[in-house]
């Protein structure tokens, strides 16, 4: 079962260009992470949020936790090429491991 | 920083061929983590740990087992190599308690021929 959905699955976008990213799931989570990964590593943490409706700032991206705790978004602001990679929403719930989504692949074109 | 080490960035190997692979984290964390991750599939647990000489099975435990000897190491060992196992091999590591925040190894990728 798949608990958190990502979308899109792919982006392709150019240099500037405004984008969002979505994780959506039916249940709630204490808390929700994203990851960014780059070919050929591992991911990399980008945000923790904890509260619902919490909006959290990282440069030009902008993370937003949802109201009930079950959906999350980022947003690219004016994306660079060094933007390109897979993002992947993780969520926690109780003593369970992380349950991750599959993950946006964005590839922004200079 | 936290660092995660893998023992391989690539390895290639037979069919029926045990392997190791090993994963080191340098802050003292209590949870360590072993995943695959596969086109179309995501990341998937195979195995972790929540402290040294346990282990809890994933999501994908079949065909995998693992060792935690010391708190910061945990190996993954494929007792007898296929080519489904074929795949980037993932560990991660986190604090523990409620700081669900994991740090990544830079992956080892496996080929099985």
């Known amino acids: 079962t798949q608990l958190l959905e990502q979308s899109p699955q792919f982006l392709s976008i150019q240099e500037g260009e405004n984008l969002t990213v979505y994780c959506n799931s039916s249940?709630?989570?204490?808390?929700l992470q994203w990851y960014r990964q780059e070919p050929g590593e591992g991911p990399v943490l980008l945000v923790t949020?904890?509260?619902?409706?919490e909006v959290k700032k990282l440069k030009r991206l902008t993370f937003q936790f949802g109201d009930a705790r079950k959906d999350s978004s980022l947003h690219i602001t004016a994306a660079q090429p060094g933007d390109t990679g897979l993002y992947l929403c993780?969520?926690?719930?109780?003593?369970?491991?992380?349950?991750f989504g599959k993950g946006t692949r964005l590839s922004v074109i200079a | 920083d936290v660092k995660v080490t893998q023992s391989s960035r690539y390895l290639v190997k037979r069919t029926g061929e045990k392997v190791f692979l090993e994963c080191v984290q340098d802050?003292?964390?209590?949870?360590m983590f072993w995943y695959r991750q596969d086109p179309g599939l995501g990341l998937r647990l195979i195995y972790f740990?929540?402290?040294?000489?346990?282990?809890e099975k994933g999501d994908i435990p079949e065909g995998y087992s693992v060792s935690r000897e010391k708190k910061e190491r945990f190996s993954l060992i494929l007792e007898s190599a296929s080519t489904n196992q074929t795949s980037m091999y993932l560990c991660?590591?986190?604090?523990?308690?409620?700081?669900?925040?994991?740090?990544f190894g830079p992956g080892t990728r496996l080929t099985v021929t």
């Open positions: 991660a590591s986190s604090l523990g308690g409620k700081n669900y925040e994991q740090y």
């Open positions: 249940s709630v989570f204490s808390s």
């Open positions: 949020v904890v509260t619902g409706g």
């Open positions: 993780a969520g926690a719930k109780g003593n369970t491991p992380l349950v």
């Open positions: 802050m003292d964390h209590e949870n």
């Open positions: 740990s929540y402290d040294v000489k346990m282990k």
